[in-house]
């Protein structure tokens, strides 16, 4: 089976095109997506046929589970699109995931601009798994929810991208957290039924946001366009920033644009690091 292995800002992906030919994806995501064993990725996309849009995006996290959406992913599986000569000439195509409607942008430098949809706040929508306290609902954002975490109390701002983020804004560098040792416990939380990524972010101005992420289904990552862009909305609705922001990344910058109603645009770049054929037979 024939894949393309890319990135963006470090956020790795494996690549295949179907072409009708069904598996199950899934256990092929644990297997291609092993750091040793595999390919070696992030998670495992599939671009697939759209009765709605130019073409459909799956995406297998490294542990197995589906997600619903992946902005650097989407950049990814966009790049692959462009480069590969699949719509033409066309600069402009529309993407279907899980989440909605995509649609993209490719500027003539390599960079990829796409909607990200609206960012939803309710805590159905997120999900978490009880309507909060009012005090910590301020008509719009979820913020300052607490959870304890090994003797740690977090306050996290929720934002629903499409898929659940849990942001924890703190005033140290991120650098200094206890990503590996917190991270996982946040996700798994009882309060998030679905899971959910964490976030830790520090204000460096108004324009600049410093972010690790852990992320649901795969640890922590150099990059992720959904946690940049949930990092961006509620660090605006909380007068941090403006409507436009550049998240740095362990992995790269991203520039992340919201007029506080609409949808999210999510810009940067996407590369393609090697082709490759997967030999091996236990995922059939």
Not at 186 to 215: C, G, Q, Y
Request: with cysteine.
């Amino acid at each position: 089976m024939k894949f393309t292995k890319l990135q963006s800002v470090g956020n790795d992906f494996v690549l295949i095109d179907p072409q009708g030919e069904d598996k199950d994806w899934s256990k092929l995501a644990l297997h291609m997506c092993h750091r040793h064993f595999g390919a070696g990725a992030d998670g495992l996309m599939l671009i697939l046929p759209s009765a709605k849009a130019d073409f459909r995006m799956r995406i297998f996290n490294a542990d197995g589970s589906e997600a619903e959406i992946c902005g650097n992913g989407l950049r990814c599986l966009i790049h692959y699109i462009a480069t590969n000569n699949l719509i033409g000439n066309r600069d402009e195509l529309s993407i279907e995931t899980l989440a909605g409607i995509r649609n993209a942008q490719i500027f003539a430098d390599g960079r990829i601009r796409t909607t990200m949809g609206k960012p939803m706040f309710e805590a159905h929508q997120i999900p978490v798994a009880a309507e909060p306290d009012p005090k910590y609902y301020n008509g719009q954002l979820i913020s300052d929810f607490p959870l304890n975490i090994n003797n740690r109390r977090l306050l996290l701002s929720l934002v629903s991208m499409g898929n659940p983020h849990a942001i924890h804004f703190c005033t140290k560098p991120v650098e200094e957290f206890p990503l590996g040792e917190v991270g996982p416990l946040v996700e798994t939380h009882k309060a998030f039924p679905k899971r959910t990524n964490f976030e830790v972010a520090n204000i460096l101005d108004s324009e600049h946001i410093k972010v690790r992420v852990w992320e649901r289904g795969v640890g922590e990552t150099l990059g992720c366009g959904s946690g940049a862009s949930a990092v961006a909305v509620a660090a605006q609705i909380l007068g941090y920033v403006g409507k436009f922001v550049y998240i740095k990344l362990p992995g790269g910058t991203l520039g992340v644009e919201w007029d506080g109603h609409n949808d999210v645009y999510l810009t940067g770049k996407a590369e393609t690091i090697y082709t490759g054929e997967w030999l091996k037979d236990e995922t059939v």
